[in-house]
């Protein structure tokens, strides 16, 4: 056994032909190296923004200077983190809040606004779109509100109705079934549509819509094609 303490391992072990016998580790030691190690980070890279503030008077010039950058760092870190997460829901709110809560919301802000009647299924289907939008991107105000409080006597034709806003001015609008996307619209199709206008930042790399689009681009052409050539057709028989 190499790890005997023998004579003939210690002769071994002077001409380099067994390793040098490894010393057990001294839990002490161990432990003391441990928390010195931990002595190293400062207390208050662990502290809250209170507890820096309550233990102000338990550091030096050099601590305090470096407990300042690193105050400013956390707080900028929140208020990023509290400004991002500002929304997060769909907002129901009645005519008479609609000055203050879309047309003068916060500067920068994008605010989407559904006007709709719960009596209306294609209403109630964007309602649902629109509340898991709502907390995917926080960033944006999702607003809803039944159209009679906004607007008297407006139509059902137009339902649903989505303003959106940025500063006070409107800077998209999909009025009615059709430019909503139909009913069957699924999430991705709508967040596509707030995407194209800027309320949010989709991580969809292309309209969800796109494949259907294309076919009916190239059902249209064909349709084209096919009354040119009759057309074409009817005309040399009238000529014969």
Partial sequence: DPNEDTEWNEILRDFGILPPKEEPKDEIEEMVLRLQKEAM???????????????????????????????????????????????????EISGNQYVNEVTNADKDVWVIIHLYRSSIPMCLLVNQHLSLLARKFPETKFTKAIVNSCIQHYHDNCLPTIFVYKNGQIEGKFIGIIECGGINLKLEELEWKLAEVGAIQTDLEENPKKGIIDVMVSSIRNTSIYDDTDSSNSDDDDTK
């Fill in 41 to 91: 980070v400062k207390p208050y890279e662990k502290m809250t923004l209170a507890q820096l503030k309550e233990a102000e008077d338990e550091f030096d010039d050099e601590d305090m200077r470096a407990i300042e950058t690193y105050r400013e760092k956390r707080l900028q870190e929140w208020k990023a983190l509290k400004k991002k997460q500002k929304f997060g829901e769909l907002i």
